[in-house]
């Protein structure tokens, strides 16, 4: 039903900036929250950031807030991720999630993409 595609990702130095996107498939996307999750290496899959349908409510787990930024443009489809400040330790893969609730997002319920790799040097 929903079909996810990331970008965006790439190599930067610690302290650099990068904006990932997301272009979702199909013309309900505003009724999806949507989510950034990461996974590095040798650790378990990580919720990043939500955002609801309209944009007006996002959500982020404590390792990236104040960081990052999650936000939507749902006339483009696309959810991006604003990463700000970055750390070695943010090296990972990064995932786009859509779900039917905030709660469905946090959890890793719903549709995924396959993944955009970042990587953060010293």
């Known amino acids: 039903q929903v079909q996810l595609v990331e970008s965006g990702g790439g190599l930067v130095q610690a302290g650099g900036s990068l904006r990932l996107s997301c272009a979702a498939s199909?013309?309900?996307?505003?009724?999806?929250?949507m989510g950034w999750f990461r996974q590095a290496p040798g650790k378990e899959r990580e919720f990043g950031a939500a955002i609801s349908g309209g944009g007006s409510s996002t959500y982020y787990a404590d390792s990236v807030k104040g960081r990052f930024t999650i936000s939507r443009d749902n006339a483009k489809n696309t959810v991006y991720l604003q990463m700000n400040s970055l750390k070695p330790e943010d090296t990972a893969v990064y995932y786009c999630?859509?779900?039917?609730?905030?709660?469905?997002?946090?959890?890793?319920?719903?549709?995924w993409g396959q993944g955009t790799q970042v990587t953060v040097s010293s």
């Open positions: 999630n859509a779900a039917q609730t905030r709660a469905g997002v946090v959890a890793g319920s719903g549709y």
């Open positions: 199909g013309r309900t996307f505003s009724s999806y929250y």
